[in-house]
């Protein structure tokens, strides 16, 4: 089966420090990946898609960046971190359920961010 | 553009009620609709879609093209339904890329 793991659990980052968030996916190969923030009171945000290795799409403009160095791997990064950057971050895969061909997505566990 | 809005940022209701949990989308094309939750220290997980017409630990939810919404219902809530439950649009039609817009959510507490 599927599986979807994202580290570290919870981070307490400096302001200007560096961030990198890991998302690895097992038991699929070529999963579309993707990386959510959710902020208080703002509801899930879409940050990054990926269709591919090396294949980065940005949904919004910020302070982050993401990459997809192997098939199931997907990283959250940034050189500086922002007070506004703090947040839950939640990576996914879609995949396709057996019921139907929907758009079904599948979470990771979540990563608490606080930049202080 | 695609737009979900979930007009109840807190629903409470009391053990046994009837609740409906209410959301509306933007879409200018087929949209596929979603609810989530995430129950207390739990990762967010799929609760129903509306393409397979089914029902989830009593929830059902019905699309409304006319009155673009996709309400969430149950007729007698738990207090295990207290949770965050978020609505949402993917960009339907096959997309190859399934991106999910999300509500902004609702946090349901179910008193005993």
């Known amino acids: 089966s599927q599986t979807i793991h994202q580290w570290p659990a919870t981070l307490v980052q400096p302001v200007g420090s560096p961030l990198s968030l890991e998302c690895t996916v097992e038991?699929?190969?070529?999963?579309?990946l993707y990386w959510y923030r959710q902020a208080a009171g703002r509801g899930l945000q879409l940050l990054f898609y990926?269709?591919?290795?090396?294949?980065i799409s940005s949904e919004v403009p910020q302070n982050l960046s993401a990459s997809r160095p192997q098939d199931r791997q997907f990283i959250l990064s940034s050189k500086k971190l922002l007070l506004s950057d703090s947040g839950f971050y939640l990576c996914?895969?879609?995949?396709?359920?057996?019921?139907?061909?929907?758009?079904?997505?599948?979470f990771g566990e979540g990563s608490w961010l606080t930049v202080v | 553009a695609q737009r979900v809005t979930q007009p109840e940022k807190l629903l409470s209701v009391f053990k046994g009620a009837p609740v409906e949990l209410k959301c509306n989308y933007s879409?200018?094309?087929?949209?596929?609709l979603f609810w989530y939750v995430q129950y207390s220290r739990q990762r967010l997980q799929l609760l129903l879609r509306?393409?397979s017409r089914e029902s989830i630990k009593g929830f059902t939810a019905d699309l409304n093209k006319g009155e673009t919404s996709f309400h969430l219902k149950k007729p007698f809530a738990q207090e295990e339904d207290s949770a965050m439950y978020y609505c949402?649009?993917?960009?339907?039609?096959?997309?190859?890329?399934?991106?999910?817009?999300f509500g902004r959510g609702t946090q349901l507490t179910v008193w005993p």
């Open positions: 996914a895969w879609r995949g396709l359920s057996a019921a139907s061909s929907g758009n079904t997505i599948y």
């Open positions: 038991g699929t190969s070529n999963p579309n």
């Open positions: 990926s269709v591919g290795i090396g294949q």
């Open positions: 879409y200018s094309g087929s949209p596929e």
């Open positions: 509306h393409i």
């Open positions: 949402a649009l993917s960009g339907g039609g096959g997309s190859t890329l399934g991106r999910l817009y």
